[in-house]
């Protein structure tokens, strides 16, 4: 797929992989914490205009609410740097950057996208090849509309069958990771097919192409099917040719049976060090979180729903919640989700990274112990580097957060 997306882009019959080829950028995205040094860098490199600024997408999420009186610096820049190039896409507090470039249409099917943050591989759940890069690179395509790439290989990844109802995404893509090692995909594309696959929701998908880069990877896709097209708001004729061939040529190929699954944990503090959540059942929390780019759409928070719709959260545990955008805030209000977790004791913040980047809305202290649906849990992510953090999906963290310790669903 990501051999088909390339070629086209540049206009090749087509491409192999470790072939260094320049791509046209169809479009970007910055984050607040970035946007001061891709602007600086910009002027240091001597651009004077946008290559096309309806095609750069500024989004303020990482730091909203400011929580420390820098972070005002950030958003001056930022919207000093928007209005002297003229960006209209500037999104303040609308969600997490993730979630707003597919959710806003952004990035599209067939379109190779890079953003200032690692987990810019998330759009490839549309079919986009989508990776992170630093300000630096930043700078030269805002000046330019280029960036040269070495052509990845790829991984192709198979789930077939049915997922036990206790097993989402998150615990398919953990899985992954576990067996794959932190660096088992570096520079590599993951592609993911199989029947399990084709059942999964764009929101599901979501989840496994945020955390592809917690392998290593480049990019993660899925083939675009009628779900990506209606998401996308594209005819699906226009994108079917985003496939792997039958004959394609694979570095390597794992395939899974979606009823062997179970609920896995990512233990602390590495990403790849998994265990099944049975193994760690028992283990006492002081705080529950459910949200972020990884797990904070609206099937996330109805599952959680379902599971505390007339439970409590356990005495002495913080259940904390975040949406991953504004819409999502709104559909979970208009369905009643947010009135059951808020029933059940759960403390509701506003759309943003706040607790998944460590800057705000429950900060952890030494010795304290978190169960979270986001994407990474390194020493001092969520706090303190003496805070343990364990990830799951929303339904182990719904039903861990009822039980004050980790359970499964």
């Not at 946007?35 to 096309?52: C, Q, S, Y």
């Not at 998150?170 to 696959?197: M, N």
Request: proline share 3%; hydrophobic share 40%; with cysteine.
């Amino acid at each position: 797929m990501i051999e088909k997306i390339v070629s086209r882009n540049i206009g090749a019959e087509r491409v192999k992989p470790g072939e260094i080829v320049t791509v046209n950028v169809d479009r970007v995205m910055i984050h607040d914490i970035f946007i001061p040094f891709v602007a600086e860098k910009f002027e240091e490199m001597g651009f004077t205009k946008l290559w096309d600024p309806d095609k750069v997408v500024l989004i303020y999420d990482h730091m909203v609410p400011a929580s420390t009186v820098d972070d005002i610096r950030h958003f001056k820049i930022g919207d000093a740097f928007a209005k002297k190039h003229g960006m209209k896409h500037v999104h303040r507090s609308d969600g997490i950057c993730h979630q707003l470039m597919t959710e806003c249409g952004y990035a599209k099917p067939g379109d190779i996208v890079f953003g200032t943050d690692s987990h810019t591989t998330t759009y490839g759940c549309v079919g986009c090849f989508s990776s992170g890069i630093g300000y630096t690179e930043m700078a030269s395509i805002l000046g330019t509309g280029e960036l040269w790439i070495r052509v990845p290989e790829t991984i192709k990844v198979v789930i077939n069958g049915k997922l036990p109802d206790n097993v989402t995404s998150k615990d398919v893509i953990l899985r992954l990771i576990g067996d794959l090692g932190a660096d088992g995909a570096t520079y590599k594309a993951l592609e993911f097919s199989g029947t399990a696959v084709d059942d999964m929701t764009v929101a599901s998908r979501m989840t496994m192409s945020n955390m592809a880069i917690e392998a290593g990877a480049k990019a993660a896709l899925f083939a675009p099917d009628e779900k990506t097209a209606e998401y996308s708001n594209v005819e699906l004729s226009d994108v079917d040719w985003i496939y792997g061939d039958e004959d394609a040529a694979y570095c390597r190929t794992i395939t899974y049976q979606a009823e062997d699954l179970i609920p896995v944990t990512a233990c602390p503090s590495q990403v790849d060090k998994i265990r099944d959540v049975k193994e760690v059942a028992g283990t006492k929390l002081d705080q529950v979180f459910i949200g972020s780019c990884t797990n904070g759409r609206l099937e996330d928070l109805k599952a959680a729903a379902e599971i505390l719709d007339g439970k409590k959260v356990a005495d002495y545990v913080k259940l904390i919640v975040t949406p991953a955008s504004r819409k999502i805030y709104k559909e979970a209000a208009d369905a009643g989700y947010l009135k059951i977790l808020a029933k059940a004791g759960a403390i509701i913040t506003q759309p943003g990274c706040g607790l998944c980047c460590g800057r705000a809305g429950g900060i952890l202290t030494d010795g304290e112990r978190v169960l979270a649906t986001n994407n990474r849990n390194f020493l001092g992510r969520m706090g303190t580097s003496k805070v343990e953090i364990y990830l799951a999906s929303p339904k182990t963290a719904a039903a861990s957060a009822i039980a004050g310790e980790i359970t499964e669903a």
